[in-house]
């Protein structure tokens, strides 16, 4: 669905390079061929990395029980493997596909690699919401992920109402972004000071990320959010090309510029709050797994496929090395994301300080 593109209906038109002609039925469509070579790859990867996740563990389970356990055969490992294991790893799975689609999404609207749910707020808000309500003990946690979605949305529409000025501009919708999160990550560490000692270190421990303890009492909800977002993802990834164009084109081919971007911001700050409410905010993923994603297919757009199965690789492989790393103890899955992606945040700054710098330099001397 991300690496497909509408073949142009006018009669002798060009192919691009690097993109195959698909037919299907009476009508066709253009396939880009290093981006599904990559998606089959990512896919196969994924494949590999969850068998690894659900062998490993206190008590080694050869990969042919653990494909036994998945397919619903008799195995002596059932407890360790379906009970145990899988769970937890569909959840993580279930939350990096959320989070890599999220990020892309995001990332388009506000072209700027820097844009992510993590960093432009929405994660925060989610957090503020949902900790306050652990750390008072408003709510019980069944209804947690319904607030972390409803501090995600409202997150997101405080920084989008302030960068709104006749447009959306990129830059300012990243810095009203990051001064939000500095704001809400405060309120939420003043949530964590007056509330009951016990539940603030859980709330602590759920602010960093974490997979431990995590079942199918989240793994199904969020499963079924996303079957049910299924159809917006794709039309998400049809919208991507227009918004993709300089405003100037796209309104002169009819395209309703601002209700696409709500649509795809929207749809984004969706999918990173259930993710949040699952496993909290995951940090990094939603801005590792595009721009990586975009790098492997060399792409026009961040293909939304691709970044969802490189989403669900990096959590599920976090989360196993944050099981082994220190064994018996185990680290949240959120400190392995934030020591990669910390670093590969502080190159994305000096390169588009560099980039920035480069360019005010060539203008000055023109």
């Known amino acids: 669905m991300t690496t497909a593109t509408e073949a142009p209906r006018r009669a002798g038109g060009v192919r691009p390079a690097g993109y ?8 066709s469509f253009l396939l ?19 068998v690894a996740y659900l062998s490993v563990g206190e008590s080694f389970v050869p990969p042919s029980e653990v494909v036994k356990v998945v397919f619903g055969r008799e195995s002596p490992d059932e407890l360790v493997v379906g009970t145990l294991r899988l769970p937890r790893m569909v959840t993580g799975l279930l939350v990096g596909l959320a989070f890599g689609v999220a990020g892309a999404l995001i990332q388009t609207v ?9 960093i432009i707020g929405v994660s925060q ?20 992920p319904y607030l972390s979605v ?8 405080l920084v989008y109402v302030f960068a709104w000025r006749g447009g959306l501009h990129a830059t300012r919708f990243v810095l009203i972004g990051i001064g939000f999160a500095i704001a809400l990550r405060s309120l939420t560490t003043l949530f ?3 509330g009951d000692y016990l ?10 990320g974490s997979l431990n303890g995590r079942g199918w009492d989240e793994a199904a909800p969020l499963g079924w959010v996303l079957l049910v977002l299924l159809p917006a993802v794709m039309w998400a990834a049809y919208a991507q090309r227009t918004v993709s164009m300089d405003d100037d084109t796209a309104t002169a081919l009819g395209v309703r510029l601002g209700r696409v971007r709500l649509g795809l911001v929207l749809l984004g700050v969706v999918l ?3 993710a949040t409410g699952a496993a909290g905010p995951v940090d990094f993923v939603a801005l590792l797994a595009p721009q990586i994603a975009r790098r492997l297919t060399r792409t026009a757009q961040i293909p939304l496929l691709c970044s969802a199965l490189l989403g669900a690789v990096i959590v599920v492989l976090a989360d196993l090395l944050a099981r082994k790393v220190l064994a018996p103890t185990e680290l949240p899955v959120g400190v392995l994301t934030a020591a990669v992606g910390a670093p590969y945040l502080i190159w994305l700054l000096v390169k588009h300080h560099s980039v920035r710098g480069g360019s005010a330099g060539a203008g000055g001397t023109a």
Do not use: E, I, Y
């Open 20 to 27: 195959t002609r698909v037919r299907a039925g009476r009508g």
């Open 32 to 50: 880009h061929r290093r981006a599904a070579l990559a998606a089959v790859g990512l896919a196969v990867l994924l494949g590999a990395v969850c």
């Open 110 to 118: 506000a072209r700027n690699p820097l844009a992510s749910p993590d």
């Open 125 to 144: 808000g989610a957090s503020a919401l949902t900790v306050g309500a652990m750390t008072f003990g408003v709510t019980s946690f069944s209804v947690l």
């Open 150 to 157: 409803a501090g995600g949305l409202l997150a997101a529409a």
């Open 192 to 194: 964590l000071t007056k």
């Open 199 to 208: 539940v603030a270190q859980q709330a602590t421990v759920w602010m960093t």
């Open 272 to 274: 990173a709050s259930v």
